[in-house]
């Protein structure tokens, strides 16, 4: 079985951002990068509480959070496995839709606007796209996953 | 890992507990439930009574008021004693003894005692087996009177400010250690602090007692659920008074702005801004707010608890 552990959970306890929502949000943008791959194991519990400090039961309740959403698979006396991957051809770098927020950008910063400002725009474009009430926007500028 | 900690089985329940010393009450009137498997942070300032608390679970102290049990026994009992171990603040340990002979002298006294996970955390602070214990650091004593109270495998574990003297790296090692053996085991564990942001992540359970009584009690989760911090323009003297809909647990202002911690009673509408708070916001409001209603949440109710103080509708 794959033994390595392909992620390691950075959790920002100053963010807010609940620390088992983060690490629903840097498994699945692990998966989204293809960091994680299917077949691979996620850290145990044990792992990250000694690693990161963390309560071996957040961790588990966003392993939970991620089973109910079909990304892993708990095997029994084995550990959490990735079942399948976020990642789209849409997600690419090298995706039209990738180009065109490219292009959008570079014309922000041409009518003069900070990263703040973009960042700002972004965020409200995308709550009112995808709004559910998180403010997981904030978030994802943190979330980052390291490792092999 | 078990599930061990959803059961419903307290790890420890006080009713009514209170201590009077001759100075004056320490705690008064306390009441509370901790489920079994729980990481639970006690909190509170100087002097509120957090330390009698612990004392009085580890049967050092006895109770002026009320009563307190472990696994539904008294902290007296053989089994309470068994399943019960205690780190006290001042770590007290034999200074004349080497660390072998500490950790010796936990195998002797504890049927169910685990040599290798005791020297386990002995070695990963590369502290010599050898060493009498008054030539350590105050850090590497702690170290050990951590791996003593570890090696008893208990199932409740009550630590008192654990982590005073320690540096950050230390402290977070251990800390991760702790967490690991303690999630692997199910263990109960309660510690006292008043560093707040030691308790983010690591606590899913929060008791805070404060003038002698508990303030805030629960599961981290529901506790951070219910409560809103909003922040917005001041309109006159104080705050809007479409807030006082709301349970307000603390509001400060400053220049034209306000910050109000609340328990929403419904939606919150207006032009503020609402987020949710951090761990330590949220202790913070409560420790400066004596006055806050306090909240006890059904987990950490006794059974027959007058639901009338602070429930919150799930």
């Known amino acids: 079985m794959g033994e390595v552990v392909a992620v390691e959970y950075r959790i920002d306890r100053r963010s807010g951002v609940p620390a088992f929502q983060q690490i629903v949000q840097q498994t699945k943008q692990a998966l989204r990068l293809g960091v994680l791959v299917p077949g691979d194991r996620l850290p145990t519990a044990k792992d990250v509480a000694e690693k990161s400090a963390v309560n071996p039961n957040t961790t588990l309740k966003a392993y939970r959070e991620l089973e109910r959403e079909g990304l892993v698979e708990p095997r029994p006396g084995q550990g959490t496995f990735v079942r399948r991957t976020l990642g789209r051809p849409e997600t690419g770098t090298d995706s039209p839709l990738y180009g065109e927020l490219v292009a959008w950008m570079s014309k922000a910063a041409a009518a003069g606007l900070e990263q703040e400002d973009v960042a700002a725009l972004v965020a409200s474009a995308l709550e009112k796209q995808y709004a559910t009430g998180t403010t997981a926007v904030t978030g994802a500028t943190t979330t980052r996953s390291t490792g092999e | 890992m078990s599930d061990v900690m959803y059961a419903g089985e307290p790890a420890l329940e006080a009713h009514g507990l209170g201590m009077r010393y001759r100075r004056g009450w320490a705690l008064r009137d306390c009441t509370f439930r901790l489920p079994a498997g729980r990481v639970c942070g006690l909190v509170g300032p100087n002097g509120a009574g957090k330390t009698t608390l612990l004392n009085i679970a580890a049967h050092v102290l006895k109770p002026t008021q009320g009563s307190l049990s472990l696994f539904g026994e008294a902290p007296g009992s053989v089994e309470s004693g068994r399943r019960t171990a205690f780190l006290a603040q001042e770590k007290p340990l034999f200074r004349r ?16 005692w685990d040599q290798r996970a005791a020297e386990d955390i002995v070695r990963a602070g590369n502290v010599p087996f050898h060493a009498k214990i008054g030539t350590l650091s105050g850090g590497q004593r702690t170290r050990v009177a951590v791996a003593l109270a570890f090696g008893k495998r208990p199932d409740l574990l009550l630590l008192d400010e654990p982590m005073s003297d320690l540096d950050p790296v230390v402290r977070h090692e251990l800390m991760g250690t702790l967490l690991a053996e303690a999630g692997e085991r199910g263990t109960t564990v309660v510690m006292s602090t008043h560093v707040l942001a030691e308790l983010e992540n690591v606590c899913d359970f929060l008791v805070v007692v404060s ?8 599961d981290v989760d529901d506790l951070m659920t219910v409560h809103t911090l909003i922040t917005g323009v001041r309109e006159g ?47 913070l409001a409560y420790l400066r707010s004596p006055d806050a209603p306090p909240l006890i949440t059904p987990t950490a109710q006794v059974q027959g608890q007058a639901s009338g103080t602070g429930t919150v509708a799930a």
């Not at chain 2, 939606?267 to 330590?280: K, L």
């Open chain 2, 97 to 112: 003894f080497t660390v072998a002979e500490t950790l010796r002298l936990g195998r002797e006294l504890n049927p169910g």
């Open chain 2, 211 to 218: 003038g002698g009584g508990v303030r805030l009690a629960g």
């Open chain 2, 237 to 283: 003297e104080g705050l809007p008074a479409a807030l006082g809909y709301h349970t307000l647990v603390e509001a400060r202002t400053s220049g034209r702005q306000f910050t109000a911690l609340v328990r929403p009673e419904g939606p919150v509408t207006g032009p503020w801004e609402v987020a949710a708070p951090s761990m330590e916001e949220l202790l």
